[in-house]
């Protein structure tokens, strides 16, 4: 086991890293499996219909939806802590995504920090994630903190 | 529908009031490829230290976007939304998503409608709030939504 100031140490080194991209073709029944879990009963999101009458013509995904697309970053495990925790997540939106896009998920890791807290002490660490779709363009931008603690 | 000139600063949401079970988590789990087992296995949240299974933080952020979806209805786009998860939350337990108007910038054009700034939140029955928020939606007016 790595000391908090050691994690730090070496999870530094890899910040400005970058992931490997994964691209993902959006499905409607993606879009739908994901929304009946959240329980989310919008017609937006499912009803084909009812969409194509909205400002947008058709079938959206929800704003979160994009989190399912992985977009790890392969770096080695710190040796610090026993379990990881969501610390936030951030997303900008610049469009809508719909089915048939092709979206491709990539990950940099911009911050690794420790903190002491309240449940003891914390490694921080934060991935920003680009989300481009199928003719290169910027779809949304998203933040990532991943807290590890013992 | 809602329409930009009808929101007004300090607007409360209506509460999206949710009852997640263990049951809920291994679907969100599917729905979403996070298979990490502090969501859904018992003994291994316990082993990590945690007093049972939790739910995704993600889980709630996605609640979060369908109380705002909701309330701005279909035409309005969600171009921000921030979440800071400061607790965990177990199933079992009902869940409520909140949120109310922070400021309004509205569009430079004619009928434009305009930006709406939220402050969101998730708090369990007790009113502790365990995620913390902001969102941004885009509302056009209503007269030009159809």
């Known amino acids: ?150 | 529908m809602l329409s930009f000139s009808q929101i007004k600063v300090g607007d409360e949401l209506p509460t999206l009031t949710k009852h997640p079970t263990t049951r809920q988590l291994v679907q969100y789990a599917g729905a979403s490829g996070d298979f990490y087992e502090i969501h859904y296995d018992k003994p291994f949240a316990e082993a990590a230290g945690l007093p049972g299974v939790i739910l995704h933080g993600l889980l709630k952020a996605g609640w979060l976007g369908e109380l705002v979806q909701t309330w701005a209805g279909p035409s309005a786009f969600v171009r921000h939304i921030e979440a800071s998860y400061r607790g965990i939350d177990r199933p079992g337990q009902p869940y409520l998503l909140r949120g109310k108007v922070v400021s309004l910038e509205a569009s430079a054009a004619p009928g434009g409608g305009g930006l709406v700034e939220l402050e969101i939140w998730g708090e369990d029955q007790t009113g502790r709030r365990s995620t913390l928020g902001k969102a941004k939606v885009e509302l056009i007016d209503a007269i030009n939504a159809a």
């Open chain 1, 1 to 150: 086991m790595a000391t908090l100031e050691e994690a730090v140490a070496e999870g530094q080194r890899y910040v400005g890293t970058t992931g490997p991209a994964h691209s993902r073709v959006i499905e409607p029944g993606a879009i739908r499996r994901f929304v009946e879990a959240l329980g989310d009963t919008n017609p937006l999101y499912t009803d084909p219909e009812y969409a194509r009458r909205t400002r947008w013509g058709g079938i959206i995904a929800p704003p979160t939806f994009l989190c399912t697309i992985q977009a790890p970053l392969n770096m080695p495990d710190l040796g610090f802590g026993r379990v990881t925790l969501n610390g936030g997540n951030s997303y900008d939106w610049y469009r809508p995504v719909r089915p048939g896009d092709v979206i491709t998920a990539q990950s940099t890791l911009v911050e690794v920090r420790g903190v002491q807290s309240s449940s003891g002490p914390l490694l921080i660490m934060v991935r920003a994630i680009r989300y481009t779709d199928q003719d290169g363009r910027l779809v949304a931008e998203g933040r990532s903190t991943g807290l590890r603690r013992e």
